[in-house]
Nanobody, 123 residues
Framework: QVQLVESGGGLVQAGGSLRLSCAAS??????MGWFRQAPGKEREFVAA????????YYADSVKGRFTISRDNAKNTVYLQMNVLKPEDTAVYYC??????????????????WGQGTQVTVSS
């Protein structure tokens, strides 16, 4: 049984930091990613990382502020979020699959999803 268990969301003031974690179990994947969905908006890509080689990808809106990383021994992916802004407020989802790197931003390329964790940034 595949499980993606997220943790680390919460309430933070603008300019603050949070770190999200996603622990995977049940099988291996080529890549894991983070997406987010704000109320009334579509789910959007945030960041992704490949297990082998560690290639990373970021949405333009988070480049320079967010960092995705992995711990292969723990099968865990992290999203370090710094200089948070109110527009970063959303439910953040961890995803896993075998996306081609040319379409790593496409949600349908990921097969498994976590339950989501709320991130709220106050102004």
């Amino acid at each position: 049984q595949v499980q993606l268990v997220e943790s680390g969301g919460g309430l933070v003031q603008a300019g603050g930091s949070l770190r999200l974690s996603c622990a995977a179990s049940g099988r291996t994947f080529s890549a894991m990613g983070w997406f987010r969905q704000a109320p009334g908006k579509e789910r959007e890509f945030v960041a992704a990382i490949y297990w082998n080689g560690g290639s990373t990808y970021y949405a333009d809106s988070v480049k320079g502020r967010f960092t995705i990383s992995r711990d292969n021994a723990k099968n865990t992916v992290y999203l370090q979020m710094n200089v948070l802004k109110p527009e970063d407020t959303a439910v953040y989802y961890c995803a896993a699959g075998w996306p081609d790197n040319s379409i790593v931003i496409v949600p349908t390329e990921y097969v498994y999803w976590g339950q989501g964790t709320q991130v709220t940034v106050s102004s």
